[in-house]
């Protein structure tokens, strides 16, 4: 990553992905949140590691993006935390994120949050950071330049600005590269935060580590712009459940119009036509497909 804040969308399916890829975005995300309901359970941590390694697979193919997933809060312990990191690259995932909740977790939006111990915390994220080092390793890259390993913090909502800041820390000094502040309330404290992660050491060459904000609607955080964020030094911003809701406020007010006037005449305009739907797949049925590599 380089100075410019990276805009990244969700995708809850590969076919998402691949329409972020064609509107020219250059990264995709994975949210446990979006995940987690298009299966039907809320996102307290239900779904099991395959059932993302399988997501991450699909988009990551059909988008051809680099994809940054969230790990919730590791699926288990140490060894799992391992796991996770290992299964995660191997599908097709160039970067996770940890959480430092108790299980059942929350959405980091919502009120009644509780962390895990700090040493607890630190412990499974230099697990995933050994893990990380030695993906890169086994796959010929650089360390510290392919795999990215991603501390989100829930502390601000629990604990305030300055234990977040300092678990933040604890987590840089532990291995992560990234770090991502949950539930911030105010551009103030979004600013505050990166200020005060400007003094460590890390890869971000603006000082300290990359900092990632999460611009979710109808939550904590204020709507605030690219370009804000931007100017306050975070490298990314992730839209987990944008997609979502509006595909889902769509298939809700379809269904009441289909219901109620017995077709589909009056929603065809709304609709992605047959030749809209193939462009985007690359596939003309005329010839043959060939899966990505």
């Known amino acids: 990553m380089d100075s410019a804040c990276v805009q990244i969308p969700g995708a809850f399916n590969a076919l998402v992905g691949a329409a972020a890829r064609k509107a020219g975005f250059g990264a995709c995300y994975i949210s446990g949140g979006a995940t987690s309901v298009c299966t039907g359970v809320p996102d307290i941590g239900f ?9 991450i697979r699909e988009v990551s193919l059909a988008s051809q993006l680099p994809v940054i997933a969230d790990a919730d809060t ?3 312990e140490e060894q799992m935390v391992r796991r996770t990191v290992i299964e995660y690259a191997q599908a097709g995932a160039c970067a996770l994120h940890i ?6 977790k929350r959405c980091g939006h919502l009120d009644g949050k509780e962390l895990i111990g700090l040493d607890h915390a630190v412990e499974k994220i230099r697990w995933a950071a050994q893990a990380a080092r030695e993906v890169d390793q086994a796959n010929g890259v650089q360390a510290g330049t392919g795999f990215l390993v991603c501390a989100r913090t829930d502390a601000a909502g629990v604990e305030g600005l300055d234990a977040a800041v300092s678990r933040a820390t604890a987590y840089v000094d532990a291995g992560a590269q990234m770090i991502f502040p949950e539930g911030l309330r105010t551009a103030d404290d979004f600013a505050a935060f990166a200020q005060r992660m400007r003094p460590l050491d890390g890869p971000d060459p603006r000082g300290g580590p990359y900092l990632l904000a999460n611009m979710t609607e109808f939550g904590k ?3 605030l712009t690219l370009d804000q964020f931007e100017q306050m030094g975070y490298a990314c911003v992730i839209y987990p459940v944008t997609m979502l809701r509006i595909a889902m406020g769509a298939v809700t007010r379809a269904l009441g119009s289909l219901k109620q006037e017995g077709g ?3 929603l065809l305009g709304q609709m992605q036509s047959r030749d809209e739907l193939y462009g985007l797949m690359q596939y003309a049925p ?8």
């Open 47 to 55: 779904l099991s590691l395959e059932q993302f390694c399988r997501l």
């Open 74 to 76: 590791g699926f288990g």
């Open 99 to 104: 959480e430092d909740q108790v299980f059942p």
């Open 221 to 223: 955080t204020p709507m």
């Open 264 to 266: 589909v005449e009056n």
């Open 286 to 293: 005329s010839e043959d497909w060939k899966y990505p590599i």
